[in-house]
C-alpha cells in the first residue's frame, strides 16, 4: 500500500526567508507525486505534479519540487517566503494503477513571520 | 467550466439523521472521488468511481453509501449520521489517459458539524 510521511507538522519562516518541506512516500512501482496547497477553509489547490522526465519540477507561485527515487522524497521548496504562502500544503502519491487513487501526508502548515 | 461543485457548504446534523452530500462537476472527467478531512489532519479517501455506474471503497468507507448515475454527479449518502463524521468533505474528479495524468481538481469543501 503507498503511503506519505510529512515530518513536520509546523514550520514558522520569516518573511524573504526559503522554505523547504519535506516530503516521503512508500510505493511500489513509479509514483505520480503532487504537492497542494490549502489556504484557510478552502479547497485544495495544486501547486505542482511529478509525472516522469525531469525530477526538478516547477510549480505556481514559485514554488518547486526535487524528485529523488533514491531517496523516496519529493521536497517543495520556494526561495523567498510572501507572507500569503502562510497555509496548509499536502504532499500527495497516486498511481494510474490504483485508479487515480491519491493517499496524503497529514500536511505541513507554515506560519509566515513578518 | 466551473469546475467541481459541492453543496451544501456548512451544514449540522442531529445524531441519527441522514443527509446526502451534492458534488458535481462539468469537466467530463471519467473518476470522481470523495475525501474527508478531519481537523489537523489529511485528506482520507471515503469512495471513488472510476466512471458511471462503478463506485468502489477507500480507506474509510463505513457509514457512508455512494452512487454514480451520471458522469457529472457523485453524491454522498450519510444514512445515520454520527459524532465521528464529523469533518469537512472535499469531493474531486480527473480525466483518465495520459492527457489527464492524475491531477485531481478539488470541490471547495462541506464542513459537516454532527451533534
Known amino acids: 500500500a503507498q503511503s506519505v510521511t510529512q515530518p513536520d507538522i509546523h514550520i514558522t519562516v520569516s518573511e524573504g526567508a526559503s522554505l523547504e518541506l519535506r516530503c516521503n512516500y512508500s510505493y511500489g512501482a513509479t509514483p505520480y507525486l503532487f504537492w497542494y496547497v490549502q489556504s484557510p477553509g478552502q479547497g485544495l489547490q495544486l501547486l505542482l505534479k511529478y509525472f516522469s522526465g525531469d525530477t526538478l519540477v516547477q510549480g505556481i507561485k514559485g514554488f518547486e519540487a526535487e524528485f529523488k527515487r533514491s531517496q523516496s522524497s519529493f521536497n517543495l521548496r520556494k526561495p523567498s517566503v510572501h507572507w500569503s504562502d502562510a497555509a496548509e500544503y499536502f504532499c500527495a502519491v497516486g498511481a494510474k494503477a490504483a485508479g487515480n487513487k491519491l493517499t496524503f501526508g497529514g500536511g505541513t502548515r507554515v506560519l509566515v513571520k513578518p | 467550466n466551473a469546475g467541481v461543485t459541492q453543496t451544501p457548504k456548512f451544514r449540522i446534523l442531529k445524531i441519527g439523521q441522514s443527509m446526502t452530500l451534492q458534488c458535481t462537476q462539468d469537466m467530463n472527467h471519467n473518476y470522481m472521488y470523495w475525501y474527508r478531512q478531519d481537523p489537523g489532519m489529511g485528506l482520507k479517501l471515503i469512495y471513488y468511481?472510476?466512471?458511471?455506474?462503478?463506485?468502489d471503497k477507500g480507506e474509510v468507507p463505513n457509514g457512508y453509501n455512494v452512487s454514480r448515475s451520471t458522469t457529472e454527479d457523485f453524491p454522498l449518502r450519510l444514512e445515520l449520521a454520527a459524532p465521528s463524521q464529523t469533518s469537512v468533505y472535499f469531493c474531486?474528479?480527473?480525466?483518465?489517459?495520459?492527457?489527464?495524468?492524475?491531477?485531481?481538481?478539488f470541490g471547495p469543501g462541506t464542513r459537516l458539524t454532527v451533534l
Open positions: 468511481s472510476v466512471g458511471a455506474g462503478i463506485t
Open positions: 474531486a474528479s480527473t480525466a483518465t489517459g495520459t492527457s489527464g495524468s492524475g491531477t485531481q481538481y
